[in-house]
């Protein structure tokens, strides 16, 4: 059985800072990366860390989102910096095991401006 939690979404200023975390449980899970879904629009992939080499992120958020990861807790965590209006969405993480892909809940974070 495999669970992720997400939690630290919430209500931010623009200009101000949030930071995800995504917890698994269940043996063999390696939590991949974030995604967003904003109302009206597809998922779409935010920063990922498929490997302990590499992190991918999404044009969009490059230079103020990082991803990062504790192996011992097996969390994932995004640190989101300088937030703005359009990065309003629900985040998801995404883990996979044995090939199959799992999704988090999902945490709204709100931007206002």
């Known amino acids: 059985q495999v669970q992720l939690v997400e939690s630290g979404g919430g209500l931010v200023e623009a200009g101000g800072s949030l930071r995800l975390s995504c917890a698994a449980s269940g043996s063999l899970v390696r939590i991949m990366g974030w995604y967003r879904q904003a109302p009206g629009k597809q998922r779409e992939l935010v920063a990922s860390?498929?490997?302990?080499?590499?992190?991918n992120y999404a044009d969009s958020v490059k230079g103020r989102f990082a991803i990062s990861r504790d192996n011992a807790k097996n969390t994932l965590y995004l640190q989101m910096n300088s937030l703005k209006p359009e990065d309003t969405a629900v985040y998801y993480c995404n883990a996979q095991r044995l090939r199959i892909m799992y999704w988090g809940q999902g945490t709204q974070v709100t931007v206002s401006s």
């Open positions: 860390s498929p490997s302990a080499f590499t992190t």
